[in-house]
């Protein structure tokens, strides 16, 4: 269509008007802004170049607006917050009530405007009022340089000081996506067994996954995506959404018999939770979505981009982590861990950590959580001395606190029982002989605060395990102004704020999310995070799964891998140190074995283990996920990175069980540059047997093929028993 002139271009850092532009990362959003309802997103997908404000209205969704069109009532839309007063079918925007009344809000626009934000994006913010409801609803699109979609909204009440207080019921992000979408896939799983893709097909009416733990659960969406018949990890498009919570959440794609189409994210809040009195507010968490037109991958890489940009994002070297927990659980002595940090310090591992049992009276998990002073029966002389001997053999030192939780039986429950969650009367049931502390009050605050900054003071650590080992049952405030009140909100936001002054005391302090393994994963935490511990169980087999789906929303150097002992206390299944190896190498890598118990063959595999980290870190911890695509062999997954530059690139291929067919299936990389000319080797793994069952791939194999060829015809490798895995290093020899 051709331009009408130079003033009906969109362009420029800030605009308002009918049609609304936000261009970044490949990606274009376009909204209507013309009212008298909310905006409405008519596009969002790849960049289509500068349009006209005419072109923008003859897009397929934004020629619906109009009557006589294939919408037969024109206020019938997916507008930023839809309500059924306006004619919206589907889930509605704002579900609330004024003691049953204004329970119909209708947002009339106010403001619409596209503006530059200060990290770079493109921001579209917006404002709409409700006065018969009383309530005025703000909210900003950010469309970041990596082509990452935020938005966040604030409800406020505006309401006569003398009109019932507004109870909010749900205050979700809705986003459309294309009609032609015709498959959903997210994510599920248990403790041991996280982040399991499951699909299904976006049919009329709604798919939900909602959490209800108090946390993100092992079973999270973790990131909910609607895309094109058969998607992939590389191929398809596909739209996604994450919400950037640890509390509970809900996730849903849903489709209309109108053919409107769309997913969303919001907080699941309990009856009473948030209510507004005059001038009150709440603002919702960030909701992350992405666009991609090459499939899972596509979205990871938007996603990643955006984490390693966050302020609390780690910019040195990941240290190789040895955590002491296999190794002596609760039984401490300065002999014994004196011993292993020897040992690690010989391997060459950079951090080392004390796990659960240095405090009160815990030794064993029924008592003493909570009370956060270093034992006298375990360490008389503090905990200084083996600080000091760590630092000495040239190691970080890092220590494990649960914080969010607390035993009955302890010093801190005796003296202050009204600071255990739950409604007066009655207690909980127990999970791990645990309790949860109400972090929210005032009083339990500062004295984990105190507690936790004294100690890290004290012994100048580097690095925090924080772990949360139970969902939430009973989740009410049991004392404090809010007594008997919903608390999930409150404490979640208090352990961010916790989180925040503990890094704004100790800039260099790092901190790993670990929820009795992957069950607090999400962008909320990861803002004040440096690390996830992606699951407590480090099968190699199993770690193949997890690690590959967690990546799907964060860069892999987030993500905790350590190489564990042969035999696998989760599943009992012995495997070989190669193989144990190669699939810990992707993520942030560390050893959780009791490593006084190896060989010396194994220590220096170990130790030629830590030099090939060391080595390979610079390209696992900034190149480009890629997930390869085996649809003839599902017995086998190859994945890894690609430098950002396509220069080099680096791959697992694991055998989990017997395939159908004889041999592998080829090797097919993806990720690279087509003409480019590469070299693609097998990397030796440490203690490889020269020989039989044990070394499936010798002797080495090295090819010489353009990138293009190695993508789509791939190369013959050498074949895989189960439980067998091959690694593989591509470098581009030429133009």
């Not at 979505?289 to 955006?306: C, F, N, V």
């Not at 990546?551 to 012995?574: K, Q």
């Not at 190498?585 to 118990?597: A, N, P, Y």
């Not at 097919?668 to 097998?682: E, F, P």
């Amino acid at each position: 269509m051709p331009s009408t002139g130079p003033e009906d271009r969109v362009g420029g850092p800030s605009r308002a008007g009918r049609w609304l532009c936000l261009r970044r990362g490949g990606v274009m959003v376009v909204a209507e802004a013309g009212g008298p309802w909310l905006p409405v997103i008519v596009y969002w997908g790849r960049d289509l170049g500068e349009l006209t404000e005419r072109q923008m209205a003859a897009l397929p969704l934004a020629a619906r607006l109009e009557k006589g069109q294939r919408q037969r009532d024109p206020a019938a839309v997916l507008s930023l917050s839809p309500t059924r007063a306006q004619g919206w079918a589907g889930w509605p925007g704002l579900s609330g009530h004024r003691a049953g009344q204004a329970s119909q809000p209708l947002f009339e626009l106010e403001r619409a405007e596209v503006s530059e934000g200060d990290d770079a994006s493109a921001v579209l913010s917006y404002r709409g009022r409700d006065g018969a409801a009383g309530l005025a609803l703000e909210g900003e699109l950010r469309l970041t340089p990596e082509g990452v979609l935020k938005h966040r909204q604030t409800l406020t009440s505006t309401s006569a000081s003398d009109a019932p207080p507004y109870e909010v019921d749900d205050l979700p992000t809705l986003l459309p996506v294309a009609d032609y979408v015709t498959e959903v896939l997210d994510f599920a799983g248990r403790w041991g067994n996280e982040a399991q893709p499951q699909r299904r097909e976006l049919a009329q009416g709604t798919w939900l996954h909602e959490q209800r733990r108090g946390r993100t659960g092992a079973d999270t969406p973790l990131v909910l995506c609607a895309g094109t018949t058969g998607f992939g990890t590389r191929h398809g498009e596909v739209w996604g959404i994450h919400l950037g919570w640890s509390g509970d959440q809900r996730y849903l794609a849903q489709r209309l018999n109108t053919g409107a189409t769309l997913v969303g994210v919001g907080e699941v809040l309990a009856p009473g939770e948030v209510v507004l009195g005059p001038g009150e507010k709440v603002t919702t968490p960030w909701a992350y979505a992405a666009y991609s037109d090459a499939g899972l991958d596509g979205i990871s890489a938007r996603l990643h981009s955006l984490v390693r940009r966050s302020p609390a994002y780690p910019h040195k070297p990941r240290p190789v982590v040895l955590n002491i927990w296999e190794a002596v659980t609760f039984h401490q002595s300065f002999a014994r861990i004196a011993e292993l940090a020897d040992i690690a310090a010989e391997i060459g591992v950079e951090r080392f950590v004390i796990d659960d049992g240095w405090f009160g009276s815990r030794r064993d998990d029924t008592s003493g959580l909570g009370d956060w002073y270093v034992s006298k029966d375990v360490w008389p002389d503090g905990l200084g001395p083996i600080v000091e001997h760590v630092r000495s053999l040239g190691m970080d030192f890092g220590l494990w606190f649960e914080p969010e939780m607390v035993n009955l039986d302890s010093d801190l429950a005796r003296a202050h029982p009204d600071w255990v969650l739950g409604t007066p009367g009655r207690v909980p049931p127990p999970q791990r002989h645990q309790q949860v502390l109400d972090v929210s009050l005032p009083g339990a605050f500062e004295y984990l605060l105190e507690r936790i900054s004294s100690l890290v003071d004290e012994y100048n650590i580097d690095f925090i395990k924080w772990d949360h080992n139970r969902d939430l049952a009973d989740p009410v405030h049991r004392s404090g102004p809010r007594a008997g009140r919903p608390a999930i909100r409150d404490l979640t936001l208090a352990t961010y704020r916790l989180m925040d002054i503990l890094h704004e005391r100790f800039p260099a302090l790092e901190i790993e999310s670990c929820s009795s393994g992957g069950a607090r994963v999400d962008l909320g935490i990861l803002a004040r995070t440096q690390r996830i511990w992606a699951s407590d169980c480090i099968d190699p087999i199993e770690r193949s799964r997890i690690v590959p789906g967690l990546a799907t929303l964060l860069p892999l150097e987030m993500i905790g891998t350590h190489v564990a002992s042969p035999r696998s206390n989760t599943t009992a299944r012995h495997h070989d140190l190669p193989l144990r190896l190669i699939v810990a190498l992707f993520g942030h890598q560390g050893i959780e074995w009791d490593i006084s118990t190896t060989s010396p063959e194994e220590r220096r595999a170990l130790a030629e283990w830590v030099s090939m980290v060391k080595h390979f870190r610079p390209l696992i911890h900034t190149g480009q996920l890629v997930r390869g695509e085996r649809p003839r062999d599902p017995s086998t997954s190859l994945f890894g990175v690609v430098a950002q530059d396509r220069s080099e690139g680096l791959f697992a291929l694991v055998r989990s069980h017997t395939s159908p067919y004889w041999g592998n299936t080829d090797l097919r990389l993806a990720g690279l540059d087509h003409s480019a000319h590469y070299r693609l080797q097998r990397v030796a793994v440490p203690g490889e047997a020269p020989e039989g069952h044990d070394a499936p791939n010798l002797p080495p194999v090295e090819f010489h093929m353009t990138g293009g060829a190695l993508m789509a015809a791939g190369a013959h490798v050498p074949f895989l028993q189960p439980e067998q895995a091959s690694l593989w290093h591509v470098v581009r020899e030429g133009p």
